[in-house]
Each structure stands twice: as structure tokens, then as C-alpha cells.
């Protein structure tokens, strides 16, 4: 269940991370362009990578459960 979670956690955080990317890149390009100011809020930043790995983590207790109980030659046999 320990690697089923902390699998969920790494794609999350990989997320997260491409997302901040995205947002910082965008924000500079809109500073560039149209010449608008940015205020960048850094604790915004953070709650959104801890909400993003919360909701990684409550949506992957569940299968992470149900992997878990299985046994591994069994489940490679079926489909």
C-alpha cells in the first residue's frame, strides 16, 4: 500500500510542479507582453501544492487499499 501511495504522491507532486511552471512562465509572459505588474504570493503557491498532494493522497488510499489485498500472480493473470 506504502508504494501505491507514495507512487500517487510522486505523480502529484510532478504535477504540481509542472503547474507552478506553467503559472510562473504565463505570468512573465503577461509582464512581457501587455506590461501588467505580478505580485507573486508565494503562500498561495504552497497551499496550492499541498491541496494538490491532499487530494492525491484521499484519492489514492482507495485503489492503493485494493491493490494491496491482492495477491500479485493473480492479478497479472487477469485481464
Known amino acids: 500500500m506504502r508504494q501505491f501511495l507514495i507512487e500517487t504522491t510522486v505523480i502529484a507532486f ?3 510542479l509542472f503547474g507552478i ?3 510562473v512562465a504565463l505570468a512573465i509572459l ?3 507582453f501587455a506590461k501588467w505588474p505580478v505580485a507573486w504570493n508565494y ?3 504552497v497551499v496550492a ?3 494538490c498532494m491532499a487530494i492525491a493522497v484521499a484519492f489514492g488510499v482507495y485503489p492503493a487499499m485494493s491493490a494491496s ?3 500479485p ?3 497479472l493473470q487477469s485481464e
Open 69 to 71: 489485498k491482492l495477491d
Open 21 to 23: 511552471i506553467a503559472g
Open 14 to 16: 510532478i504535477g504540481a
Open 73 to 75: 500472480v493473480t492479478a
Open 30 to 32: 503577461i509582464t512581457f
Open 49 to 51: 501544492v499541498v491541496v
Open 43 to 45: 503562500i498561495g503557491i
